[in-house]
């Protein structure tokens, strides 16, 4: 179970920008007819996050407060819905979280600005009773994303590659300083052997 320091337990998503940050990837889940997925099948692995891609209009906050209504006041049907909608009001809870799935073609609406995609799903959400520690079916894929995000080397790696690496000049830059640094060593080393153990010496 993913907590924080001090042993509480972190009960909520990242937001989009935060895996991002730890270098999660995110992937449209591409329809696959001989394997066929729903809009739930969300997937994560090696750091990737796969999400079925979602239109959202001016019928989809009624759509889906009403099959959240549903699973509230029958729980023997279960919470897939709910732990979906609690998954995407966290994930993109934020404009700049749409921006970023909008430009992955996970998310694609037509409402007027992405504050109000952010803003739909944060109120899809609100006063739902969900137990994040309960056995919903997103609970193993919460976990290994946390724990993916709570890796310093994963971060690390992100910071690097987002502030540095993505730049074409940097990454030359960087080979050739490794390069010259390589040379400076082996360059280093034949002159002091040559200097211990001058050609032609005594043998």
Sequence with gaps: MPCLQGGQQLNRWRRAAQCLEAGIKFKK???????????????????????????????????????????????????????????????ISMPEDVVLL?????????????????????????????????????????????AYYQSRLNRWMAWLWLNHLRNPWLVLAAFATIVVLVCTVVQTVYGLLAYIDPPGGNT
């Design 29 to 91: 889940q591409e329809l696959d007819k001989l394997h066929p997925h729903s809009l739930l099948d969300i997937k994560f692995s090696s750091g990737a996050m796969e999400i079925p891609c979602i239109f959202v209009d001016e019928f989809t906050e009624t759509l889906f407060r009403n099959l959240v209504a549903f699973e509230q006041t029958c729980p023997q049907f279960g919470d897939d819905i709910t732990a979906y909608i609690v998954f995407l009001s966290q994930l």
């Design 102 to 146: 909008a430009r992955r073609e996970i998310i694609v609406h037509h409402l007027d600005s992405d504050e109000m995609v952010s803003d739909l799903f944060t109120m899809l959400s609100k006063d739902v009773v969900f137990d994040f520690n309960g056995q919903h079916y997103l609970k193993t894929i919460r976990q290994m994303i946390e």
